[in-house]
């Protein structure tokens, strides 16, 4: 039997990631999203476990030594990881993966799994983003600069992905990308 779906989503801060894929696991598709470690402190309303496992420093760098990580990089200033127990174990039973996770993350991660299927979202506009991100309120001023230097870098990385998705109106995202998933999910159902 064929491995279920693992399915990588990256892109800018404040591009939407985090909303289409949190729309995604309403269905229809056996879906799971790979919770990943991090290192940054939560956000309010962020549930350890739940958005991310929120881990010091030492204990970090303990599990990459021990070889946990299926991808780890540093983002923003801070660690972040997808552990393996997230994500292979589930697509052993069927259940399809996503990964929430940067471009240094996802360049690691098709090296390992040839098989994933890589998604790059975006605005049109690069203005969006700096709005979206205020309009959030989640972040520092210092945090917002640095999340748009760092944007730049991401967006000419796009082309490395299998497809690009415009988030300017989120139902015509999804729309998108649900037209990329079914057939994937429809391949390994009938496999
Ligand atoms: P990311 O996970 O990529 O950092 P989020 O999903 O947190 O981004 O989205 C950033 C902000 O933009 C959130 O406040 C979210 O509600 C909003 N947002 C997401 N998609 C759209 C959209 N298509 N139109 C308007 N606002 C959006
Ligand atoms: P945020 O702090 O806004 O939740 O996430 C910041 C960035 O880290 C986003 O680009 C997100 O995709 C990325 N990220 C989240 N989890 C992981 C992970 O496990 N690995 C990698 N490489 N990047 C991640």
Redesign the pocket.
């Known amino acids: 039997m064929s491995l279920a779906p693992l399915i990588i989503v990256s ?10 894929v949190r729309r995604l696991l309403e269905g229809p598709w056996p879906l799971r999203l790979s919770v990943s470690v991090t290192t940054r402190p939560p956000r309010i309303n962020e549930q350890p476990g739940v958005h991310y496992h929120f881990w010091s420093v030492p204990e970090f760098l303990h599990a990459k030594d021990q070889g946990f990580f299926l991808e780890w990089a540093e983002v923003h200033g801070n660690y972040y990881g997808t552990l393996d127990n997230e994500v292979t174990q589930y697509r052993h039973l069927g259940q399809g993966v996503v990964l ?1 996770i940067d471009v240094q993350g996802a360049e690691q991660v098709r090296k390992r799994c040839p098989d994933a299927v890589s998604i790059f ?1 975006r605005t049109s506009r690069f203005e969006t983003l700096e709005e ?2 205020r ?2 309120h989640t972040e520092s001023e210092d945090a917002i600069q640095k999340r748009l230097t760092n944007a730049r870098a991401e967006l000419a990385r796009a082309g490395e992905y299998n497809y690009q998705v415009v ?4 139902e015509s ?1 999804l729309a998108s990308l649900r037209a990329i998933l079914g057939p994937l999910f429809q391949r390994s159902a009938d496999a």
């Open positions: 892109g800018p801060s404040a591009s939407g990631k985090s909303t289409i929430d979202i979206r991100l309009q959030r988030n300017d109106d989120l995202a």
